[in-house]
């Protein structure tokens, strides 16, 4: 008798550029877990029935990337620590006594950051730039990396300061890292580690904050990947940082995303070689 299959999905829009698909089927076939992965397109006004549907037929779990992961908290029963702190989701489990959200994105920057580019987060200073979803996933993980000073830079800085404030209110005493709020043109300069959580690089814009607030030699890490990325990787070159994609990151929060669902941890190394490769061939 055959292993039922699960299903599972990114859902988002848009979504016919996500690598997830390739992902999670990498995923599947090193464990040997019987998962069926695929896109989901949403209409922008239509998120909540489109998932509600997509779990009613008979399907596990999904993903949920731009602009939905503060909608996907709205809509779950049960959430994560990580996922309440963020106040969104990324990552659904669709359990017969209520769906649970969490939030995998900080954990898998900070995985990339520090296991696949090398980079210890331990007393760094980090500009996070941007206030929406992936930076309220992120700036978690960030707090509790070590690092000394965490900079939220965005155009509303209201927005960054709301989500800076939550976070302290949450960790109280418990916080190490200097988190403050600031707005793009004044956040600071020669950071150790700079993020990009913005949609810039998907709208095609230029890069919102000054070259000065790159270190010589430090990292800058785009959340997106692909042509979207190079404007941005391009930008921290030209300015004397070592620019990284989001395709460490995707991997990763994937692998959280995998571990939640089916209770198995993938190796995320090779699947990321895989991944790359897959992606600068002609």
């Given amino acids: 008798m055959s292993t039922p299959v699960s299903r599972y999905a990114v859902v988002g829009h848009p979504v016919a550029h996500s690598q997830s698909p390739f992902i999670h089927a990498a995923f599947a076939a090193q464990t040997g877990e019987p998962v069926r992965y695929e896109r989901l397109l949403c209409p922008l006004d239509g998120f909540a029935p489109a998932v509600r549907e997509f779990a009613a037929g008979g399907a596990s779990g999904c993903n949920v990337t731009m602009p939905f992961k503060f909608e996907a908290f709205e809509l779950v029963a049960k959430t994560t620590p990580r996922a309440r702190l963020a106040a969104a989701c990324n990552t659904l489990r669709f ?49 509790a990396s070590g690092a000394s000073e965490v900079v939220v830079a965005n155009r509303s800085v209201e927005r960054a300061r709301s989500l800076v404030d939550r976070h302290l209110q949450a960790v109280g005493d418990a916080a190490t890292a ?54 941005f990787l391009a930008w921290a070159a030209e300015n004397g940082a070592s620019g990284r994609d989001g395709l460490g990151m995707l ?24 991944l790359r490769a897959r992606l600068a061939a002609p």
Avoid at 206 to 214: E, F, G
């Fill in 178 to 231: 200097r988190v403050v709020a600031a707005p793009l043109d004044a956040c600071g300069d020669a950071f150790d580690v700079v993020v990009n959580a913005t949609a810039t690089s998907v709208a095609g814009a230029p890069v919102p904050v000054a070259a000065s607030v790159l270190r010589h030699g430090g990292l800058a890490l785009d959340m997106m990947y692909g042509p979207a990325a190079s404007a």
């Fill in 251 to 274: 991997v990763e929060q994937a692998a959280e995303a995998f571990l939640l669902w089916r209770g198995v941890e993938p190796e995320t190394a090779p699947v990321l070689r895989a």
């Fill in 95 to 143: 359990d017969a006594d209520g769906w649970l959200g969490d939030n995998t994105d900080g954990a898998g920057l900070v995985r990339d950051i520090e296991r696949n580019a090398g980079v210890a987060l331990r007393e760094a200073r980090v500009l996070l730039i941007g206030a929406g979803g992936g930076a309220a996933g992120a700036l978690g993980p960030l707090m």
